[in-house]
Structure formats: C-alpha cells, structure tokens
C-alpha cells in the first residue's frame, strides 16, 4: 500500500520557520518513484508546486519566489523528503501535500504524480 504521510505543520508566527516531513512507504518498484515533489493550496487558490528532489542526477527545483526561504532535502534513501521553510509570511498560509512522480526528474506539474499524501496544514498568523 503507497503511503504519502507530511506531518510538521501548524500554526507558526510570521518570521518563524517550519520543518515539514513526508514519509514514504509502499511505492511501486516498477516504474520507480524517485521523484518527490511538495505542493501547497492556500484558501480560495490553486495548487501550486514548491519544491522537488529527484534521486535521478539529485535534481531539485525550488519555486522561484521562494529560493531562499525553502530547501529540500531526502534522506533514509529517500524514505523520507523534508522541506524546510524559513522567515515564514502570512502568504504561506496553505495546505501542504508532498507527492511522488515516476518521472526522472522534477515537475511543476502536478499531474505528473501519481500519489499524494493527505496534505498538512501550515498556518502563519500573529
């Protein structure tokens, strides 16, 4: 059973920072998964593309906007993928979902991936 589980998220002050976490488990073996992307949906918007890490050539894709503030990374051989996020605005207020792609290498687009987890929501309020 593919298990895309983020936890990490919650109710942080603007100009904190936040550590999210997917786990991942029961992927298929064929094709492989080595691409984990982590999306966000904040209220009354689209779905939008963070942040991405490919065990393929360790590609990576930061959104533009947020080079800076948000870094991932994959460890436990890419059991689990973080994204960190720093100086955190009210503008990142959203849901957070990370999901996995059969392709080589990062996407912004999310219907490359096939799984996604239920998300984690990310609150930034004073």
């Known amino acids: 059973q593919v298990q895309l589980v983020e936890s990490g998220g919650g109710l942080v002050q603007p100009g904190g920072s936040l550590r999210l976490s997917c786990r991942v488990a029961?992927?298929?073996?064929?094709?492989?998964?080595?691409?984990i992307g982590w999306f966000r949906q904040a209220p009354g918007k689209e779905r939008e593309a963070v942040s991405c890490?490919?065990?393929?050539?360790?590609?990576?894709y930061v959104q533009d906007s947020e080079a800076g503030r948000f870094a991932i990374s994959s460890d436990n051989g890419g059991k689990t993928v973080d994204l960190q996020i720093s100086s955190l605005k009210a503008e990142d207020t959203a849901v957070y979902f990370c999901?996995?792609?059969?392709?080589?290498?990062?996407?912004?687009?999310?219907?490359?991936?096939?799984?996604w987890g239920q998300g984690t929501r990310v609150t930034v309020s004073s």
């Open positions: 999901a996995a792609s059969a392709g080589l290498y990062c996407s912004k687009n999310e219907y490359r991936y096939d799984y």
């Open positions: 029961g992927l298929p073996s064929s094709p492989t998964y080595e691409t």
């Open positions: 890490i490919s065990s393929r050539d360790s590609d990576t």
